[in-house]
Structure formats: C-alpha cells, structure tokens
Nanobody
Framework: QVQLEESGGGLVQAGGSLRLSCAAS????????MGWFRQAPGKERELIAA?????????YYADSVKGRFTISRDTAENTVYLQMDSLKPEDTAVYYC????????????????????WGQGTQVTVSS
C-alpha cells in the first residue's frame, strides 16, 4: 500500500521556523517529482514548492514562499522535506505532500490534478 505521511506541523509564532517531513512507503518515489501543497480555509489547494526527480533537483517555489521556504529530498530515505523560515500568519494552512502522477516528468507541474498520491496533511498555524 502506497502511503505518504507528513509530519512536523504545529503552532509557531510569526518569524519562527518549522520543518515538515513527508515519508513515503510502499514504493520508491525517486523517479517522481514531489510537491508540497497547502490549503487555507476557503481557499484552493495551491502548490508552494516542488522538487524534480532529476539529478541536481530542479525546484519550484510559489512567489509567496520564495526565499523563505526550502524543499529538499533524501532519495535513500524516500523522504521529502520542507524547511519553512520567517513564517507569517498568512502561511497558516494544512500542508500536504504529493507525488506527480507520472514518473520521469521533464517539467515541474503545478496543478493538484497532476499529482495522484497524497498525504493526509499536517496543520501549520502561525500566530501574529
């Protein structure tokens, strides 16, 4: 059974940091682009960071998190991380990790429909 499990969420003050982890089991995702999405109440789920399967790890960041968040992956551990620094109240959301629908994708795709394995989500709350 394929599973993605996020951890590391919680409550933090503005300006603080959190590190999210996404552990995959049931299969290797070493040949898949992995993404972090978030969904705030009343808003659509949006891709905020993604990392390619390719050597060198091409990355994508949404403008709202660029310069503050860093995505990385440990292929041997089948785990993806999201380091979140300088957190703001507007970062409050449920954060999900997801795997691209297709292996060996040459581009980083940005819509939720392009990803078909999802974790259950982890809540991040940033207080002002």
């Amino acid at each position: 059974q394929v599973q993605l499990e996020e951890s590391g969420g919680g409550l933090v003050q503005a300006g603080g940091s959190l590190r999210l982890s996404c552990a995959a089991s049931g299969r290797s995702f070493s040949r898949y682009t992995m993404g972090w999405f978030r969904q705030a109440p009343g808003k659509e789920r949006e891709l905020i960071a993604a990392i390619s399967w390719m050597s060198g790890g091409q990355t994508y960041y949404a403008d709202s998190v660029k310069g503050r968040f860093t995505i990385s992956r440990d292929t041997a551990e089948n785990t993806v991380y999201l380091q979140m620094d300088s957190l703001k109240p507007e970062d409050t959301a449920v954060y999900y990790c997801a795997a691209d629908r297709s292996a060996f994708s040459l581009t980083i795709r940005k819509t939720a429909d392009d990803y078909n394995y999802w974790g259950q989500g982890t809540q991040v709350t940033v207080s002002s």
